[in-house]
């Protein structure tokens, strides 16, 4: 079992930027899939952008791409998301979550919020028109 810790949300105007953090205790990304997520209101949570583990393969929805940008720190404990250019559509709250890399299955299964273990406990980022 891993624990995430979301932060790095917040209030922003359309165009501008902001970086999440996801802090990982228990295990190393090295070993994980990892996923960020998003919820709006009234709505399902809905993969956003991911990595596989220590090959640092990268996915992102078609909305993002771009835009945003999934980076890990060397030590393997911190992924981030980078989001530039935000708009009013990408406001929600903002999960990471994991995976065990040997239940990898591709990309298909890893944009399913059914196949993560492990959950941090959100970000809220809010984007002004």
């Known amino acids: 079992q891993v624990q995430l810790v979301e932060s790095g949300g917040g209030l922003v105007q359309a165009g501008g930027s902001l970086k999440l953090t996801c802090a990982a205790s228990?295990?190393?990304?090295?070993?994980?899939?990892m996923g960020w997520f998003r919820q709006a209101p009234g709505k399902e949570r809905d993969f956003v952008a991911g990595?596989?583990?220590?090959?640092?393969?990268?996915h992102y929805i078609d909305s993002v791409r771009g835009r945003f940008f999934i980076s890990k720190d060397n030590a393997d404990t911190t992924v981030y998301l980078q989001m530039y250019n935000l708009k009013p559509e990408d406001t929600a709250v903002y999960y990471c979550g994991a995976r065990d890399v040997v239940r990898w299955g591709g990309w298909d299964t890893a944009q399913r919020r059914t196949s993560y273990d492990d959950w941090g406990q959100g970000t809220q980022v809010t984007v002004s028109s």
């Open positions: 228990g295990r190393t990304f090295s070993n994980l899939v």
């Open positions: 990595m596989v583990g220590s090959r640092g393969n990268t």
